[in-house]
């Protein structure tokens, strides 16, 4: 039984194409991705969702700011921590609920789950739950591409623990060498699981990653999305023009704990608290829209209403859809050529 899709509310604000900055919608998709992920952590405390589950609360900006600068056909490809991505990619957020809870209504019919969610109809070619593996399979996305000679670009994006993984530089290597088009997307939320990048890696500046392999880096604000836009846009053009590869660390910062039964007592509360109140993406966007008058306060709480109804009824949604049948167990698993 194939999915009737309906058009999913983000996809109108969020996959806009490299066009004219629009703020407002960046905000108010940054806001359905802080909102959508605090009902999940709701929902996992509940026991409605099963397994592991890493959200993506503080790192809302870098999703809409990269995908604000992506072609139609262009390709989205991350780990676990996922679900931004999809809402940023313009999915379904009732679908995406559905999937969560394990129901067939979900995008990947309740048996990706969290981490292995996908859905080629907006470009989003999963999370992945093997750390740095995405990576790999962003690449071989890169090489389609530039054997097809089209003009589209993958953009693949891994954090700080997985540009360890020995898989990544085998990557780098073959996108560089055939200058394939592809965007490496380094989310440094400066802790992989529970230990800090400066434990961890002996080169802490991860855009500096690919020099060996001839790749251009550049750090970029992970907290501002239209710096992660203006960084994303340089990189596109890049990738679609033949110039190969670019690496972008995106610095910014994850106020949960790593999954959900992450108590994370590896930082204090005042560390996670400042950045909350002093970096937080979205209260900087609000600052700035209210400053230069893009926006009254009247305009940003109806979007915040009309955020906060969409992810009530992606919830509604995902209690009450029906799990898959038994018999759905062996589907899915082998292509029928």
């Known amino acids: 039984?194939?999915?009737?899709?309906?058009a999913a509310p983000a996809a109108k604000s969020a996959?806009?194409?490299?066009?004219k900055s629009d703020p407002l919608k960046y905000y108010r998709d940054m806001l359905l991705i802080r909102r959508f992920e605090e009902r999940a952590g709701q929902l996992y405390g509940m026991g409605l969702i099963g397994g592991f589950c890493h959200l993506y609360i503080g790192q809302e900006a870098i999703a809409v700011g990269m995908q604000s600068i992506s072609k139609k056909g262009d390709q989205v490809i991350t780990g676990y921590r996922d679900h931004g991505h999809m809402l940023a990619s313009g999915m379904d957020p009732n679908e995406v609920m559905a999937e969560l809870t394990g129901r067939f209504a979900g995008s990947s019919h309740g048996k990706g789950g969290s981490m292995h969610m996908f859905d080629v109809e907006t470009g989003f070619y999963g999370g992945h739950g093997i750390v740095g593996a995405q990576?790999?399979?962003?690449?071989?996305l890169a090489f389609a591409n530039r054997y097809r000679q089209n003009d589209l670009v993958s953009y693949a994006y891994f954090g700080d623990g997985a540009a360890n993984q020995g898989q990544v530089y085998e990557s780098f290597n073959m996108a560089s060498l055939w200058k394939l088009p592809v965007v490496y997307v380094i989310e440094n939320n400066q802790y992989a699981m529970?230990?800090?990048?400066?434990?961890?890696?002996?080169?802490?500046?991860?855009?500096?990653?690919?020099?060996?392999?001839?790749?251009?880096?550049e750090q970029v604000d992970g907290m501002d999305v239209e710096a992660v836009r203006a960084a994303g846009?340089?990189?596109?053009?890049?990738?679609?023009?033949?110039?190969?590869?670019?690496?972008?660390?995106?610095?910014?910062?994850?106020?949960?704990?790593?999954?959900?039964?992450?108590?994370?007592k590896y930082r204090t509360r005042e560390e996670v608290d400042n950045v909350r109140q002093t970096r937080d993406p979205i209260d900087h966007l609000k600052a700035r829209l209210l400053k230069e008058k893009l926006a009254s306060e009247d305009d940003l709480k109806a979007i915040d209403n009309e955020v906060k109804a969409i992810v009530a009824e992606a919830?509604?949604?995902?209690?009450?859809?029906?799990?898959?049948?038994?018999?759905?167990?062996?589907?899915?698993?082998?292509?029928?050529?």
């Open 1 to 6: 039984m194939a999915l009737k899709r309906k």
């Open 233 to 264: 846009a340089r990189a596109r053009a890049r990738a679609s023009t033949g110039g190969g590869p670019t690496i972008l660390e995106m610095k910014t910062y994850r106020y949960r704990g790593h999954s959900m039964s992450d108590p994370a």
């Open 194 to 217: 529970g230990t800090s990048v400066e434990r961890s890696s002996a080169e802490i500046q991860l855009y500096k990653r690919g020099l060996s392999f001839d790749i251009p880096g």
């Open 135 to 140: 990576v790999s399979l962003g690449t071989g």
């Open 15 to 19: 996959a806009q194409g490299a066009g």
């Open 315 to 337: 919830a509604e949604f995902a209690r009450n859809a029906p799990e898959p049948d038994p018999s759905e167990l062996m589907t899915d698993i082998y292509l029928e050529a």
